[in-house]
């Protein structure tokens, strides 16, 4: 079956430090892969994506590196901020209308 | 203004209850979705719609039923809620032209909605 995983548990992190958050699955084949920020209390918002053939994007402090091989993607934060402190979840882009499948997120926490 | 906004923000109601849970957009996307958030369980596609005539059922549609009154309103309905729907309600939108092929959503500020 299809399955996306991400950490459930928390990462606490310190600030300045580079925080980064995994992103697994299994039997799907994504165009696209997406990362998106939830604040709490809110819907997500998106950050950044990478497509199937991109190895690596950047977009200021925030980088994502996709492994289709691995079936993997990493979300990395530099520079870590409390700001920063949030649930972010992965997403995959399949099919032929580019259906949406979310992760569960992650919590990250930036500690002072 | 926020481009999707969703009515109302927070709802308490009982077991059997009808409930209509509504959302506009002002981001003139053809596209319309419904998603319910659960801890552990993270966003799951309830309905979705490509234009106003058409709808189409996400992965957890039973107990829900959704109408498409406009380009602009994609309203959600629970016929008689239960305890277990108890959970956070986001609409979404989205729109395929330009650069947006990876279908990027945009989400709506969510209903908190308690079933007793």
């Known amino acids: 079956s299809q399955k996306i995983e991400q950490n459930s548990e928390a990462l606490n992190i310190q600030e300045g430090k580079t925080a980064t958050l995994t992103c697994n699955y299994t039997?799907?084949?994504?165009?696209?892969l997406q990362w998106y920020r939830q604040d709490p209390g809110r819907g997500p918002v998106f950050l950044l994506l990478?497509?199937?053939?991109?190895k690596e994007k950047r977009k200021e402090r925030l980088k994502v590196t996709f492994d289709t091989t691995l079936k993997q993607s990493l979300f990395h934060i530099t520079a870590s901020q409390p700001a920063d402190s949030a649930t972010y979840l992965c997403?995959?882009?399949?099919?032929?209308?580019?259906?949406?499948?979310f992760g569960i997120g992650t919590k990250l926490q930036v500690i002072p | 203004d926020a481009d999707v906004t969703q009515t109302p923000r927070n709802r308490i109601t009982k077991t059997g209850k009808r409930i209509m849970l509504e959302c506009s957009q002002t981001?003139?996307?053809?596209?319309m979705y419904w998603y319910r958030q659960d801890p552990g369980l993270g966003l799951r596609l309830i309905y979705y719609?490509?234009?106003?005539?058409?709808?189409n059922k996400g992965e957890i549609s039973d107990g829900y039923s959704v109408s498409r009154q406009a380009q602009a309103k994609f309203s959600l309905s629970l016929e008689s809620a239960i305890p277990n729907q108890t959970a956070l309600y986001f609409c979404?939108?989205?729109?395929?032209?330009?650069?947006?092929?990876?279908?990027?959503?945009?989400f709506g500020p969510g209903t908190r909605l308690t079933v007793l």
């Open positions: 979404a939108t989205s729109d395929l032209t330009g650069d947006n092929t990876h279908n990027e959503q945009f």
């Open positions: 039997n799907y084949s994504p165009a696209y």
């Open positions: 990478i497509r199937e053939n991109e």
């Open positions: 997403a995959l882009t399949t099919g032929g209308y580019q259906k949406v499948t």
């Open positions: 981001k003139g996307h053809d596209r």
């Open positions: 719609s490509f234009d106003v005539k058409d709808i």
